[in-house]
């Protein structure tokens, strides 16, 4: 990795001026940060040698770290799902769908978003402030200057740790999100577990749950290459560090939802 | 051994260097001083090839530095060990492992070949007893040690110094002044050290530099850079020894 150089530019007025700085700076970001996944795939091979630790840490602190809260968020979320739309069935005399209507709308759309938006917000900082500290105090070009290429070191083992944690999470989200729904369902709908299962697992297919799926590899990609380049160009010390971790959530987000809705467009 | 001609760098639309030259002996020592801000640090990225020039050349025993192929770059860094301002230990890897790592990533030792380098060292810094310690558990001072620990375990030919001496007390600065040069003496090492620390560069320079706009406006031996006229060298002196209540440099 070749060392981001600053770009601190003689600042600009005009408004043309302006626009044209943001454009190219833009522009700077998604290629290095596209640049940055790239490249750490291609040290994939060094998990199952000198990375493994490192791997294995990074998915106890992506994946079984992430678990409670998980768990906390999918179970509402599923339980909001089935009262929302459970009293507009009720309507209908149509509450027995409810289970239908949960699973697929967890597993097509919320699982896998619900799980990203949680590990871009804990894991996904984490990793921005983490690399962004490293930065500012020397500790990654002290790493160029042993022959150790950052991305391969830091970059690579938290990639596939995120890629295999974050689908695993979505399933979890998906599992939970349907019991939350089934709560519901039971307690304010009257709709017996039974038939909200029955209804659940029916109309809903592997097909559904496989994009869901491959949504949550792209977010995990997303995640981790936006919060690896927000940390490798920190500058200016602590100020830095929090500016570069806040970017790495907002920015992450932003891509999830859009790159989300994309992927929808081309599924459905 | 190492050559920059003409070397110039903007960064932020500044200046920083303007057409620096000089030439590095083997076996010397050159430290390079000056006032924030006028580029020392960015020498020293740029002789790691961090920091490409805007223009000039850099040539390392007579090849051009700046168009090696990446197998030669990597070949090029590996002859440098660099002491970094903060030390730059990575805080999740015990001390040992620190110092082992430039071994465990780039070199296929066996782990009691490293284990062997590690303690030898470890005794040469006199930093026996922290190996099994995290940096964030041990003083400043000890962490520079270890820092150059790990810049020497590679047996490099060429020493960085950033501000070795930065940060800690006027004892432990002279502590750190002579463990580099017991380097230069027992390893025959080639430093170039960078330095606000009058008296470290006094200490352990052959020849003492001090950027001025963007070059080296003095490069001198400690004798000739003490009695230099210009103002420049004159001020920069004078504010390390005369501060305050103190007027006058004790003999």
Known sequence: MRHIEPTELPPVKNPVQLLGRRISEYTRAIGFTILIILESFLFSFQLFTK????????????????????????????????????????????????????????????????????????????????????TVSEEVTALQTMSI????????????????????????????????????????????????????????????????????VVFAIIIVGISAYQGFTTRDGAVGVGKATRKAVVVSFLYILMSGYFISRIFY | MLEFNDISKSLGGRKILNKLNFSLERGETLVIVGPSGTGKSVTLKHILGIFTPDEGTIQYEGSDVLNLDSTGQKDYIKKFGVLFQSAALLAWLTVEENIALPLVENTKLSP??????????????????????????????????????????????????????????????????????????????TSVVVTHDLHSAFAIGDRIAMLHEGAFGEISTPQDFVKSDKPYVKQFIQAQFTTGKVKEIPS
């Not at chain 1, 409810?98 to 894991?123: D, Y």
């Not at chain 1, 909200?196 to 799926?213: C, F, P, W």
């Not at chain 2, 501000?163 to 432990?172: A, C, F, I, R, Y």
């Open chain 1, 51 to 134: 990375r493994r630790h490192e791997f294995i840490r990074q998915m106890m602190n992506c994946g079984v770290r992430s678990l409670f809260i998980t768990s906390i968020v999918a179970v509402f979320t599923g339980m909001i799902l089935a009262l929302q739309a459970g009293l507009i069935l009720k309507s209908y005399n149509q509450e027995v769908q409810v289970g239908t209507l949960v699973a697929k709308t967890m597993c097509r759309e919320m699982g896998p978003f619900m799980a990203a938006l949680i590990l871009a917000a804990s894991v996904g900082s984490a990793y921005a402030a983490e690399i962004g500290t490293m």
């Open chain 1, 149 to 216: 290429n950052p991305l391969s070191f830091l970059v690579t083992p938290r990639l596939w740790a995120m890629i295999f944690m974050c689908p695993a999470l979505t399933v979890f989200t998906n599992a939970l999100g349907i019991i939350g729904g089934m709560i519901v369902a039971e307690t304010q709908l009257s709709v017996s577990p039974e038939a909200y299962y029955d209804n659940a697992l029916q109309l809903l297919t592997a097909s559904e749950i496989h994009k869901g799926l491959l949504k949550s």
């Open chain 2, 112 to 189: 009691d070949e490293i284990h062997e380098r590690v303690q030898r060292v470890i005794k040469l810094v006199q930093l026996e007893g922290a190996e099994h310690k995290k940096p964030s558990e041990i003083s400043g001072g000890m962490q520079k040690r270890a820092g150059l620990a790990r810049a020497i375990i590679t047996e490099p030919e060429i020493i960085l110094y950033d501000e070795p001496t930065s940060g800690l007390d006027p004892v432990m600065s002279r502590h750190i002044d002579e463990l580099i040069l017991d380097m230069q003496k027992e390893l025959g090492i």
